[in-house]
């Protein structure tokens, strides 16, 4: 079964669901957006939080130094780099933390070059992490991108799909990728965000539904 990562949890009851729930990654966004979290709030959500579900703080060109701490402090247990960080940065990175780090790629339609550039300076991340481009936007979006961006590219480590998965698309999105001979050894997880909100919010019948259609179809 693939993994299921819910983001974007920002309130003490996104929490209750996710414990209720039990995906395997909850997402905190620490980066200027809609659903930022602060610190202290990403903390609390640590310490409630069910201690077999996996913390990822969603960061977007944080200073690497704040990156590392982030994650030494046990607040994250892995890391969601989701800005413009490059082969240099993570390799920075990976010298002041041993945490996980997923690296997004935002699939650009007709930019297969870009998109190879792309997978190329996220070579040392630990995971990928597809999701739809959108100018002037690093995520977020609730868009789907078209899977035949997958094609021909290098991908050699486990990748989460993301990018306008719901309870209604994301059975089918799952088959498809899993029925690519090139794609289903890294397919590892899905990222789900705006697709389990209502009103810009978390939605605890939306979460149980998308959880539903991944356990039993």
Do not use: W
């Not at 990156?67 to 940065?89: K, P």
């Not at 990018?163 to 289903?184: H, K, P, R, Y």
């Not at 705006?194 to 978390?202: D, P």
Request: charged letters at 25%.
């Amino acid at each position: 079964m693939v993994k299921v990562k819910f983001c974007g949890i920002r309130r003490a009851e996104d929490v209750e669901a996710v414990n209720r729930l039990k995906p395997d990654f909850a997402g905190f966004v620490l980066a200027k957006s809609k659903r930022q979290v602060t610190l202290e709030q990403a903390s609390y959500f640590k310490l409630i939080l069910d201690k077999d579900i996996k913390t990822v703080g969603v960061l977007v060109n944080m200073h690497v130094e704040e990156a590392a701490f982030l994650a030494n402090s046990g607040i994250v247990d892995m890391l969601q780099l989701h800005g413009d960080e490059n082969a240099d940065y993570i390799e920075k990175l990976k010298k002041l933390t041993k945490a996980k780090i997923i690296k997004a790629i935002r699939l650009q339609p007709g930019g297969a070059e870009q998109n190879a550039e792309l997978i190329a300076q996220a070579g040392l991340a630990d995971y990928y992490l597809f999701d739809t481009f959108f100018p002037d936007t690093y995520g977020g979006t609730g868009k789907t991108f078209s899977l035949s961006l997958l094609n021909g590219l290098n991908i050699d480590k486990p990748f989460f799909l993301a990018g306008g998965l719901d309870s209604e698309n994301v059975s089918d999105i799952v088959q498809e990728v899993q029925a690519d001979a090139a794609l289903t050894p890294f397919f590892y997880g899905i990222d789900v965000s705006s697709g389990i909100e209502t009103n810009g919010f978390k939605d605890s019948l939306k979460m149980e539904k998308f959880m539903n259609v991944i356990r039993y179809g």
